[in-house]
């Protein structure tokens, strides 16, 4: 091979690989059962977890952005408000001066847009639950009509040692609250 091929070899620009796919979830595993292919509760049919909780908004007019609907971060905003509603139902301590909960990874879809004004509900449910975690899905409905949905997903939250920022078990108030009965 002449010297001006290897040249051209090494500056022609590299292909781009494609993306990993991730692997298929195991039959019978909680992703599986909680959320159907097509997304969660997304159809009539599909059953949803027990809720932990269905926090009734007000839509505020601050909340729409310049296309006059609500701004998509203000989505993590309601659902925010909604975990910490639930959170402080909970009997028992879930936070104190060691160990405190944070949110670890944050999923939302978003299936339409809120206008104003409106009434929204925000309902959490458990998907896993896990050794120092809770992976929490969420919808935004309709307050007056659960079958319009508005965004659905979930959050991974991890309850920290606040000391030394590693992971701590979760507190039994916290896993307690998420069993169902």
């Known amino acids: 091979m002449s010297d001006e091929k290897q040249e051209k070899k090494s500056t022609a620009p590299a292909r781009k690989r494609a993306p990993r796919r991730k692997p298929a979830p195991k039959a019978g595993s909680p992703a599986v059962a909680a959320e159907p ?9 599909a059953p949803l977890p027990a809720a932990l909780i269905r926090v009734p908004m007000s839509v505020r007019w601050r909340d729409l952005d310049a ?3 609500v701004n998509n971060s203000q989505f993590l905003s309601y659902l925010e ?6 959170m402080i139902t909970i009997p028992g301590e879930w936070m104190d001066e060691n160990v405190a909960p944070v949110v670890a990874a944050a999923h939302v879809n978003y299936r339409r847009p809120i206008e104003w004004p409106n009434e929204i509900a925000i309902e959490l ?8 975690s809770v992976t929490i899905g969420h919808r935004i409905v309709a307050d007056n009509d659960p079958q319009v949905l508005y965004a659905d997903g979930n ?6 040692d606040k000391q030394g920022g590693q992971a701590a078990a979760l507190p039994q108030a916290v896993r307690s609250a998420c069993l169902p009965g």
């Open 81 to 86: 408000e909604a975990r910490l509603r639930w």
């Open 37 to 45: 292919a097509s997304g969660i509760g997304d159809t009539p049919d």
């Open 155 to 160: 959050v991974v939250m991890v309850w920290i």
């Open 125 to 132: 449910f458990v998907e896993r639950l896990g050794h120092s």
């Open 67 to 69: 296309f006059n609907h």
